[in-house]
């Protein structure tokens, strides 16, 4: 007989929600002063945080036409940007978001402009590392993004190669993966050794790290290297598009090993 582990997510209270506006943007927090998701006010479906556009880079790697096929799942939900981006923004044909702070979704609601749930939405209360072993997730998700920090954002909540690897069982063959790494400890090089592990080296990407020390890396389940001239006419039909500031990307945003033939 097999049995979970129980996640480190249980393992710590549930800090207190709170926001604060300033500037035309709003923010919450988890009982600190850290910021843990924010909403440009008069643009509510837009994404504000650089990184958390950063996460939507899987854009690159599929063709915009089948966008709105495509499933998506958040792991943290955050203030909901990148769910609502994906449900409301590009339309995709699902978005799930799993939270384990009951607060964080109704706080969502109420100031976020986060909608109610629907056939293409679904907000999950739970434990996201117990959450994705659940067989009706397996291979049906195109897009997953993880965003799993505690109140301190010190480290990954969950972040062991066990983790990725479920996490990677998610994904459809063309599935990816995209992470926030970010910490005042030094453990943004275990985290990339723990999802190279999980996916293989070649199907890693990174991006340079933002001014504010958030690092957005991408695995995917099939690893594949688009030409330089696809991924440029991808990022002018995404920004085209979405808005995102996709073009840039490729400026920071690189394989970390090379594909072998």
Known sequence: MTTRKKSPQLAQPLPEVTISDFDGARYLHLGTPWVQGSMRIKKPFDIELEYVQRMMAWLLLVDWPTVPERRAMQLGLGAAAATKFCAQKLGMASTTAIELNPQVITVCRQWFKLPPDSDKLQV??????????????????????????????????????????????LLTEDGCMTVNLFGRTNSFARSLAHIQEAFGPEA?????????????????????????????????????????????????FKPVQPLLD
């Open 124 to 169: 999950v209360l739970g434990d996201a590392g117990v959450e994705i072993q659940k067989p009706q997730y397996l291979q049906t998700v195109d897009a997953l993004q993880v965003d799993l920090y505690d109140h301190e954002a010190a480290a990954p909540v969950l972040d062991s190669p066990d983790f990725y690897l479920h996490c990677r069982h």
């Open 204 to 252: 890693v990407w990174r991006f340079a790290a933002t001014k504010e020390g958030n690092t957005v890396v991408l695995a995917q389940r099939s690893a594949s290297r688009p030409s330089r001239e696809l991924l440029s006419q991808r990022a002018d039909l995404v920004q085209q598009q979405t808005g995102l500031p996709a073009l840039k990307w490729l400026k920071v």
